[in-house]
């Protein structure tokens, strides 16, 4: 049994308007496509929407990483300087907002 992936999320309603042509064409795809009702048939279209969305989004940000520059070469030795750098800069952020956490007077 297939599962609608609605069951068990908090449903919310919204009414649109559409002209006839349309309506009946949702209609259509309803009675034909093994679809249950025309909210079950519009979900799948948004969902279909996001996840298109999503990957031209994806698509677009590792275009402009291609072409971003001279590509480098990853090593482990890159991977190892990444974390030390990371892990320095969460350090010094930590103590930054530590400091200004006190209150004045205190050390």
Same mark, same amino acid.
């Given at each position: 049994?297939?599962?609608?992936?609605?069951?068990?999320?908090?449903?919310?309603?919204?009414?649109?308007?559409?002209?006839?042509?349309?309506?009946?064409?949702? @209609?259509?795809?309803? &009675?034909?496509?093994?679809?249950?009702?025309?909210? =079950? %048939?519009?979900?799948?279209?948004?969902? *279909?929407?996001?996840?298109?969305?999503?990957?031209?989004?994806?698509?677009?940000?590792?275009? @402009?990483?291609?072409? &971003?520059?001279?590509?480098?070469?990853?090593?482990? =030795? %890159?991977?190892?300087?990444?974390?030390? *750098?990371?892990?320095?800069?969460?350090?010094?952020?930590?103590?930054?907002?530590?400091?200004?956490?006190?209150?004045?007077?205190?050390?």
């Amino acid at each position: 049994m297939k599962v609608p992936v609605s069951w068990g999320m908090a449903m919310a309603s919204l009414n649109i308007s559409l002209p006839q042509s349309l309506k009946e064409y949702v @209609e259509d795809q309803v &009675s034909s496509g093994g679809y249950s009702t025309p909210s =079950e %048939y519009l979900r799948e279209l948004l969902r *279909q929407d996001q996840k298109q969305r999503a990957e031209q989004k994806l698509e677009a940000l590792l275009l @402009e990483g291609l072409n &971003s520059g001279d590509p480098i070469e990853i090593t482990p =030795e %890159y991977w190892e300087r990444k974390r030390a *750098q990371l892990v320095e800069r969460h350090k010094n952020e930590r103590h930054k907002n530590e400091r200004h956490k006190k209150k004045p007077g205190t050390r």
